[in-house]
């Protein structure tokens, strides 16, 4: 039987989609970041909290920031299926799992919150 | 890093002491360090999405695709590294 209940979204092919949409994002969002460091560099406060405080780079962000959410989530969670089964770790391997993605699950929760209130402030 | 972001964005003060804790050469290698996994992840992830496309999906092609993923990764890694010192 088929117990899967934790992944993203009950499709395997939603989460195949969500992973690749949310790398392209976060793609463009890492190198948009670096081509603007590398060519910026005498970079002062002014300039890097004027870069934040634009809408469209709060879009950008928090985008970026959701897709660095659900992309760890499925790596993650592929992981922890893929290794930590009861092959193994036995018996334990259940609970092990699920302890293991409920970290990460917080931790990402986590970044989220914390990211948002970055950005926000600025 | 969510840290010195935030860091860096609250204030001038907190700007120029990001910039300063940056400099750092053990600040730089760990910088670099991160650099260099996530260059490799991201072009290892645009190799995945050229074989989603249907490129490459043979073994011979699978081999030399893996091959170009290090020798792209390794320049990309070697020029972060001449930029963050």
Redesign the interface.
Known sequence: MVTNVTNFSRSGLFDWMAQ?VS??IL?AY?LFLLGYL?THSGL??AD??GL?AQTSMRVFSLLALVSLGAHAWVGMWTISTDYLTPMAFGKAATALRFLFQAVCGIAMFA?FV??VQ?LW?? | M?YV??L?????EG??QAKAFLGGSLAKLVVWGLLSA?LYH?VA??R??VM?AGVGETLEGGKQGSKIVIAVSAVLIVLAGV?VW
């Open positions: 690749r790398a392209v793609a890492f590398v002062t406060f890097w909290h934040f970044f914390w990211g970055i402030s600025v | 969510l972001l935030d860096s964005l609250s204030s001038a700007f120029a996530l991201m992830g645009v995945h999405l989603d930029w």
